[in-house]
């Protein structure tokens, strides 16, 4: 392969080979890749974005490279002149989320140097009542407020005991679908460790796992606002069939001076992507909230961030074993095949075996 230079993320979108290590269609592009993400410790931290931008952008029926052609003409543009935007304020990168909007998407990063963000939280009461669903498990049940929401399994909702008094306050940990009645006067809101979700009466679904680099929150019907949680809070409105995901910093990535054999000052990065979904229909209705009606859905998933869901869906404890094995997509859609049935379909999409001693299973490369 043709050595280049790589400097920005943008250097790494534009060579097709490292497209199709991103897609993982070429075998000897992702050997290739991965000797050099490990060859140039240094730029762990720019692939893993391109990486995440690919896949983002991917989404968008547009090839890839006129994506990019389209965002160096507008960005060329934006350079002569201020582009508005009505929520984030954070210049240059504002920019960007605005330009990616356009192109079918939008993302957006933004870095503090030297910061730690500190979460505050609005103090909870000592007094609450705790819904709580273990591996394998869903509830629904119904707040006295009237709203309804159903949990996923591994997950947690505390609701105050003042609840709907003079206010609607409810703090989640994991994955949950709300339909909240309306009420003007007093405001729903969803406290969750990485943002907070504030509605008068509307239906979405959070996702917000404590183990897992990313949490979501999706708005099916109505409007919500989104206030990110740190030192510098920032707000956004989603609208219907609107997809806001944010990328926690992933502190397994530390990169290493190769000269001086010592980590590297490492800036907390948190990064945003706003996405449009498609529009539910009979046929085709929303992915991210298959599990609700029991359907076990994944779209280009990755073996590493599938293994958290298989997990909490079948109450089992999974081991990847080998570094290809994880980079392994998937797409698939289970009803109620249990867990042999479905790694058993799996299988014949890539080369992996299996073997399960009760709920411990291990899977290793063929």
């Given amino acids: 392969m043709r050595l280049t230079e790589y400097n920005n993320i943008e250097d790494f979108l534009v060579d097709n080979t490292f497209q199709e290590y991103c897609s993982g269609e070429n075998d000897q592009c992702i050997a290739y890749w991965e000797k050099y993400r490990i060859a140039n410790p240094e730029q762990e931290e720019t692939i893993a974005q391109a990486k995440r931008l690919f896949h983002i952008l991917s989404g968008n029926k547009k090839p890839l490279n006129e994506q990019l052609k389209a965002f160096k003409e507008i960005m060329a543009k934006t350079e002569l002149e201020e582009v508005k935007t009505p929520v984030f304020r954070l210049g240059r990168w504002a920019k960007i989320a605005a330009i990616f909007i356009a192109l079918g998407g939008a993302y957006l990063w933004y870095s503090r140097e030297g ?192 293994k958290k869901v298989l997990e909490r869906w079948y109450d089992i404890d999974i081991t990847l074993e080998g570094d290809k094995i994880q980079d392994y997509r998937f797409t698939a859609t289970f009803n109620q095949e249990n867990i042999e049935q479905v790694l058993q379909a799996l299988q014949e999409v890539k080369p992996f075996k299996f073997i399960r001693d009760g709920k411990n299973v291990t899977i290793y490369e063929k």
């Fill in 115 to 306: 910061v730690t963000p500190e979460v505050v939280d609005r103090e909870m009461s000592s007094l609450v009542t705790t819904y709580e669903t273990q591996k394998g498990e869903k509830k629904e049940f119904e707040l006295s407020d009237g709203t309804k929401v159903t949990l996923n399994s591994a997950s947690k909702l505390e609701v105050e005991q003042a609840f709907n008094h003079d206010d609607r306050h409810v703090h989640l940990v994991g994955e949950a679908y709300f339909e909240v009645e309306k009420d003007k006067e007093k405001p729903f809101v969803v406290h969750t460790n990485d943002f907070d979700i504030r509605v008068l009466g509307t239906t979405f679904n959070i996702k917000s796992y404590p183990d897992e680099l990313f949490s979501e929150a999706l708005l099916v019907e109505g409007l919500i606002e989104m206030k990110s949680k740190g030192v510098n809070e920032n707000s956004i409105v989603i609208k219907p069939n609107q997809k806001v995901t944010l990328y926690k910093e992933d502190k397994s990535l530390i990169a290493i001076d190769k000269k001086l054999g010592k980590p590297l000052p490492k800036v907390a990065v948190k990064e945003i992507a706003i996405q449009e979904v498609d529009e539910p229909t009979e046929v085709e209705p929303l992915t991210d909230i298959a599990w609700k009606e029991n359907r076990l859905e994944m779209v280009d998933q990755d073996f590493q961030s599938l």
